[in-house]
């Protein structure tokens, strides 16, 4: 069975939905980041599902430090996952991830029994190439979404930055929201007027919103 880490709204106010978040290829799930954003997530409203995909969960235990199986491979084990949140919530759910969970979960969509409580997808830092391979892209997840998917990328991302991207032409589905001097992990350089925190929360008010929309539509 899924194990599963929560990080709920506070209070007795309902959650606006539910985000089911991977974490990215070499973080665990509650890595400095995961837990981060999935504080500022619940505080605009967002009930937080967090998992482990078994090659982490494997190291956690004591296991090799195996690098991750491909993007592709890691889908069922997504899949069960979602499965155990739809099984504990009502109402709209998110899925998503950090870099290569937001992957995954862009892949996901593109089956064709994706349950219909699953709005849209994001993506905190979606992986558009290998870092200093600027010309090997990964669309092909993104274009085949059947979801709409909001992507919170930060615009010096190594792994897809906004000059990357000036030339690039998106799926009409797919939303970009750049934050300020971000790096793959949203994360601005120290002189920056941005701070870390601030991005982070600026990301988790955007999938608050994302879902209302959804809902809404």
């Known amino acids: 069975?899924?194990?599963?880490?929560?990080?709920?709204?506070?209070?007795?106010?309902?959650?606006?939905?539910?985000?089911?978040?991977?974490?990215?290829?070499?973080?665990?799930?509650?890595?400095?980041?995961?837990?981060?954003?999935?504080?500022?997530?619940?505080?605009?409203?967002?009930?937080?599902?967090?998992?482990?995909f078994a090659y982490m969960a494997g190291r956690r235990n004591g296991g090799p430090k195996k690098p991750p199986p491909k993007a592709e491979l890691l889908v069922s084990e997504y899949q069960a996952a979602l499965q155990a949140v739809l099984a504990q919530t009502s109402g709209p759910v998110l899925?998503?991830?950090?870099?290569?969970?937001?992957?995954?979960?862009?892949?996901?969509?593109a089956g064709g029994s994706l349950p219909k409580r699953v709005a849209g997808v994001l993506c905190l830092g979606y992986p558009f190439h290998p870092q200093g391979k600027p010309d090997d892209w990964r669309m092909a997840p993104l274009e085949g979404a059947r979801r709409p998917v909001l992507i919170a990328q930060g615009?010096?991302?190594?792994?897809?930055?906004?000059?990357?991207?000036?030339?690039k032409t998106l799926p009409e589905h797919v939303r970009i929201d750049w934050l300020e001097d971000g790096n793959h992990d949203l994360a601005p350089r120290g002189a920056s007027p941005a701070t870390w925190d601030g991005n982070l929360a600026r990301a988790a008010s955007m999938a608050a919103e994302f879902a209302k929309q959804l809902s809404a539509a």
């Open 1 to 52: 069975m899924t194990e599963l880490l929560w990080t709920r709204p506070e209070g007795d106010t309902p959650a606006v939905a539910t985000l089911l978040l991977a974490h990215g290829a070499g973080g665990t799930m509650d890595s400095g980041f995961m837990n981060r954003f999935a504080g500022h997530a619940a505080a605009a409203g967002l009930a937080v599902a967090r998992f482990e």
């Open 95 to 109: 899925i998503g991830g950090k870099s290569m969970g937001g992957r995954v979960a862009a892949i996901l969509t």
């Open 155 to 167: 615009d010096r991302d190594g792994f897809g930055s906004a000059a990357d991207l000036a030339d």
